[in-house]
T-cell receptor, first 115, second 117 residues
Framework: AQSVTQLGSHVSVSEGALVLLRCNYSSSVPPYLFWYVQYPNQGLQLLLKYTSAATLVKGINGFEAEFKKSETSFHLTKPSAHMSDAAEYFCAVSDQRGSARQLTFGSGTQLTVLP | KAGVTQTPRYLIKTRGQQVTLSCSPISGHRSVSWYQQTPGQGLQFLFEYFSETQRNKGNFPGRFSGRQFSNSRSEMNVSTLELGDSALYLC????????????????FGEGSRLTVL
């Protein structure tokens, strides 16, 4: 079984500061890992994904994440926060078996950006 | 290219009623998945369809069902509604070349927000 733990249900940063959202996963098989963002009253938008290629993954809007197998982590970072980054962020995992395409999501981290 | 379209966006039902939600995937996407999002349980997988066949099912009671049509459009149905079924129901489509592929990249619609009174 797979699981995802997102440390910190709420994170606040100042505009221009580093954004770091933490995600740890548990999977018995090599995982695919994803970060999604959700703005109020909207669906989820894919920020980036790890699918066993490069361990440092660059996504949209200046976000990136690094897959660290030894730490079972996939933390999301952005060097400089913008007001428009305020949203809820979800880390998700799926396994690489062909018959399983469902995602297991973390509980989410609400990011607040302070002016 | 149009995104994933879900209808209706908002609906209110009473306990014991049933509801049908509709999802039109991105053109060319043959995989459609459904997720339930609630403040207490977060995002939970309901089921996935590929080429009109249910491929995976989450841990939900039989009151939750779905189907997929030949044009890849999907519907989900919840019968005998309970207060706890109040949630945002999200549909996602995926460009999957065949039944064995596993990209896992989902494109989500804006959801159908169901309120059960």
């Amino acid at each position: 079984a797979q699981s995802v733990t997102q440390l910190g249900s709420h994170v606040s940063v100042s505009e221009g500061a580093l954004v770091l959202l933490r995600c740890n996963y548990s999977s018995s098989v090599p995982p695919y890992l994803f970060w999604y963002v959700q703005y109020p009253n909207q669906g989820l938008q894919l920020l980036l994904k790890y699918t066993s290629a490069a361990t440092l993954v660059k996504g949209i809007n200046g976000f990136e994440a690094e897959f660290k197998k030894s730490e079972t982590s996939f933390h999301l970072t952005k060097p400089s926060a913008h007001m428009s980054d305020a949203a809820e962020y979800f880390c998700a995992v799926s396994d690489q078996r062909g018959s399983a395409r469902q995602l297991t999501f973390g509980s989410g981290t609400q990011l607040t950006v302070l002016p | 290219k149009a995104g994933v379209t879900q209808t209706p966006r908002y609906l209110i039902k009473t306990r014991g009623q049933q509801v049908t939600l509709s999802c039109s995937p991105i053109s060319g996407h043959r995989s459609v998945s459904w997720y339930q999002q609630t403040p207490g349980q977060g995002l939970q997988f309901l089921f996935e369809y590929f080429s009109e066949t249910q491929r995976n099912k989450g841990n939900f009671p039989g009151r939750f069902s779905g189907r997929q049509f030949s044009n890849s459009r999907s519907e989900m149905n919840v019968s005998t509604l309970e207060l706890g079924d109040s949630a945002l129901y999200l549909c996602a489509s995926s460009l999957v070349p065949n039944r064995f592929a596993n990209t896992g990249e989902l494109f989500f619609g804006e959801g159908s927000r169901l309120t059960v009174l």
